[in-house]
């Protein structure tokens, strides 16, 4: 197959496909090239289905630090598990790619992205999510694409921009990556600088625009050179086990779905699905295959009776499971200070959902360094959020994060930076471990509103309380409910888990998925409103708890001085071979300390007397003397200009000749000589160190 390469140029920037050359044995592969970005996006299919009852789809982007001229740290130098901005970029692409699917598509696929080259000004995950669905559409998997997206900011003007430039997007208000088809969005993950709702649903909608471009330009390649689609056995139910379901359990599941109580409700469920299985006429079959097939289909049936009954009631009826208002938000119950030791803690529980977030405090030293494709070399505030299967009555695997924990906790990360105090206000890494203590629905968002309370606990002096709520929609063709707070159940038989964080002046965080092909714009506005009238009521929630933060930190917290010394003072402070700050340190009853390149120093310690301590063994370097302090030394140097003197061992101030007398004085030595003994007042310290005398008496001529 020859080499084929189509190129276009969309909102100024230069996208080119190549195809035909590389990776040829996958079902469909694609390299593209964005500005000096490069991917290779594969897409591979099994053509036998599996017997699982979901889609099996798994997106791998896999990044290589050669792409950014790096070689791997740690001992194997070599790439090892994902980093997180790796899991979130997967993330970003399956949620954007799976609704394109059919409902009953059971075939493994599997998409791999190669970063093979980064250009920080021409964002990856864009070009990735582009190439994957290339890869896709091209192929013979069945896919309902093309996909595409585009990462927007506002910038200090309040313009839009779409694929900003690095330093653009440092410099915005704004990081929104949305995801779309030809007439609607169906992926959105955005944090936002307290945006209003307004600027939100315009720089969701002017990406949209840069979208439908991306689409038209992969509609032609798909055009040149695409496969014709495979024919796929799509997962259906046999008629006999349809109607065994209808005759005999559908009643009873349709009463059981009106239980408002969840765990009663579960549990009534699954014991009928029990019934059904044994009651089952089985007859002799012996292909235990055929018997596998055939539990699936029967599970699937009754679920899906559930799953109508359900969505039947809200989209019909109005009704919620637990008889809420349709903008009606669950019971809520705040508390702080659980915990004693740690620097700052509260427990938010929304109806069944509960989460307790867990403050700690640290020395800016203890940033978490990244090693990574992007151009973050690290970060002093980290979110974590953990969520075990006992919070929903279940067993399972505890061990490491999954990505869906990495995925909530960096929404939740997202959300609460933009309220955080800069590092120079508050300089200290900051690390909130939100632990789910019960789930049933936007753990996500509880964890936001608990880290708001435990850092308000904490001390930390916040900008405003942000919040967090889950918005859900079910939708039958042009008719349509949306949801506030959704629960487990509206979140699984739902159409769309629309995630709003922010604060009472704009939107912090977003974070879209959808189950269906994608929403309109009327929809995003509507959920986007709904979700600003829960902020209220939850803002007032935290606020009743806790109305500001405290001034102090906890007893247990590490105290911290911050102060600023002369550049060229660092290597006096570190000392020769680290001699002089570790002695310091170890004078100072073990404090830590920080030394910015700008000079900046921060002395970290619970007690303030260790903190002090290290304060003036550091200033005895840079700073031995004081404003107005009166000293005796000699005169070591005369110039024209003035009088050096020596104060102490390696220390000289200045008498320049104008403070020498009170009258104007011709020569230096009219006044003073080499080795005469004076008492001298200090009058200044420059921002180098040079200190500057003013000459009281002389003691002893030479």
């Known amino acids: ?9 969309i909102n100024n920037k230069e996208i080119t496909v190549e195809h035909g050359q590389l990776a040829k044995q996958a079902s469909g592969s694609i390299l593209i090239r964005l500005g000096k970005t490069v991917i290779l996006a594969t897409a591979t299919t099994n053509p036998t289905p599996t017997e699982l009852d979901f889609f099996p789809l798994t997106v791998v982007f896999q990044e290589k630090l050669y792409s950014v001229g790096k070689i791997p740290g740690g001992f194997l130098k070599r790439e090892g598990k994902p980093s997180e901005y790796g899991i979130l970029s997967a993330r970003v692409i399956d949620r954007a790619l799976r609704p394109l699917f059919s409902e009953n598509f059971r075939n493994e696929v599997q998409i791999v992205i190669n970063v093979l080259a980064v250009d920080n000004d021409h964002d990856v995950r864009i070009a990735s999510l582009f190439g994957a669905s290339l890869a896709l559409g091209i192929s013979k998997i069945p896919f309902n694409g093309p996909v595409a997206s585009a990462l927007v900011t506002i910038d200090e003007k309040n313009q839009i921009i779409v694929m900003p430039t690095l330093e653009q997007l440092n410099n915005g208000r704004m990081e929104l990556i949305v995801a779309g088809t030809e007439n609607e969005i169906n992926m959105v993950e955005a944090g936002c600088q307290q945006s209003s709702e307004e ?14 471009e991306l689409n038209a330009f992969q509609s032609e390649i798909i055009s040149a050179v695409g496969e014709s689609k495979m024919v796929v056995e799509l997962f259906t139910i046999r008629e006999e086990i349809s109607n065994f379901v209808q005759q005999h359990y559908a009643d009873q ?22 019934q059904a299985i044994v009651k089952f006429p089985w007859s002799e079959e012996k292909d235990e295959k055929l018997k596998r097939r055939m539990l699936l289909e029967l599970s699937t049936c009754l679920k899906n009776v559930v799953r109508d009954e359900i969505r039947h009631q809200i989209t019909v009826q109005k009704l919620r499971l637990d008889n809420r208002q349709l903008d009606e938000i669950r019971p809520l119950d705040s508390e702080i200070d659980l915990l004693p030791i740690v620097h700052g803690s509260a427990l938010f529980t929304r109806g069944e959902t509960q989460v307790l977030s867990i403050v700690t405090l640290g020395a800016l030293g203890e940033n978490q360094i990244i090693d990574g494709i992007t151009d973050e070399e690290g970060k002093r505030f980290m979110h974590h959020y953990n969520f075990p299967p006992f919070s929903v009555g279940e067993t399972g695997r505890m061990g490491a994060p999954s990505r869906r924990e990495i995925g909530h906790g960096a929404l939740g990360e997202k959300a609460l930076l933009q309220i955080l105090p800069s590092e120079k206000e508050f300089p200290y890494t900051i690390r909130i471990v939100s632990e789910v203590l019960e789930s049933n629905g936007s753990t996500s968002q509880a964890a936001i509103c608990a880290s708001t309370l435990a ?37 699984h038989l739902g159409d769309m888990d629309f995630k709003v964080a922010g604060t009472k002046d704009g939107i912090c965080a977003l974070q879209m998925d959808i189950k269906i092909s994608g929403i309109t714009q009327e929809i995003l506005w509507e959920a986007l409103l709904a979700a600003k009238k829960a902020r209220t009521t939850l803002l007032a929630n935290i606020l009743a708890t806790i109305p500001a933060p405290r001034i102090e930190l906890a007893p247990t917290a590490p105290k911290m001085k911050t102060f600023m010394i002369p550049v060229e003072k660092i290597r006096d402070v570190i000392g020769t071979g680290g001699k002089t700050i570790t002695s310091i340190i170890e004078k100072s009853n073990n404090v830590k300390i920080d ?21 003036q063994l550091i200033k005895d370097i840079v700073f031995p003397v004081e404003i107005n302090q009166e000293l005796i030394g000699t005169v070591v140097k005369i110039e024209k200009f003035g009088a050096f003197v020596n104060l102490k061992e390696n220390l000289d101030g200045l008498i320049h000749i104008s403070k020498l007398a009170d009258h104007r004085v011709e020569k230096t030595e009219d006044i003073v000589n080499v080795n005469d003994q004076v008492k001298v007042k200090v009058i200044e310290l420059d921002s180098k160190g040079k200190i500057k005398l003013k000459l009281l008496e002389v003691i002893k001529s030479k």
Request: proline share 2%.
């Open 595 to 615: 030394i910015e390149d700008d000079g900046q120093v921060t002395i970290y310690h619970k007690d303030y007397e260790a903190i002090n301590r290290a304060y």
């Open 1 to 9: 197959m020859a080499k084929q390469i189509f190129k276009k140029i």
């Open 199 to 212: 600027e939100v649903l315009q720089a969701i909608m002017v990406g949209h625009q840069f979208i439908k």
């Open 455 to 491: 850092l308000m606990a904490a001390g930390v002096p916040i900008k405003t309380p942000v919040v967090g709520i889950a918005m859900g929609l079910v939708k039958n063709d042009e008719n349509y409910t949306i949801l506030t707070d959704i629960q487990g159940m509206e979140d």
């Open 253 to 274: 599941l349709i009463k059981a779905a009106q239980i408002r109580e969840k765990i009663e409700r579960y549990q009534t469920i699954s014991e009928i699905e029990k």
